[in-house]
């Protein structure tokens, strides 16, 4: 069993920053990609950064320059260093990761999700 729990969402005021933090557990013989979502309340979820196991990095137009994906490998974590944070990002964001098992199964786990709201 595998599991992805994510941390550091909260409450912060327009222009303020955040960083999410998401480590995964279990029963894990490599992480291929992670990544972050977000879910906005009455919108789709949409993919906001993802990096790959060789730290390769993309993201939404609407975050570029503001937001910064990474991982630590020994840890099994990905962060998001958010920036110049707007209320248009307030959402609930998710952690990704596209994991073999020990067992030789490869699937995209998901975390159960952080609270970012950006309101002043």
């Known amino acids: 069993q595998v599991q992805l729990v994510e941390s550091g969402g909260g409450l912060v005021q327009p222009g303020g920053s955040l960083r999410l933090s998401c480590a995964a557990s279990g029963s894990i013989f490599s992480i291929n990609a992670m990544g972050w979502y977000r879910q906005a309340p009455g919108k789709e979820r949409e993919s906001v950064a993802r990096i790959t196991s060789g730290g390769r990095t993309n993201y939404a137009d609407s975050v570029k320059g503001r937001f910064t994906i990474s991982r630590d490998n020994a840890k099994n974590t990905v962060y998001l260093q958010m920036n110049s944070l707007k209320p248009e990002d307030t959402a609930v964001y998710y952690c990704?990761?596209?994991?073999?098992?020990?067992?030789?199964?490869?699937?995209?786990?998901w975390g159960q999700g952080t609270q970012v709201t950006v309101s002043s």
């Open positions: 990704t990761g596209l994991i073999t098992t020990m067992e030789g199964y490869e699937y995209y786990y």
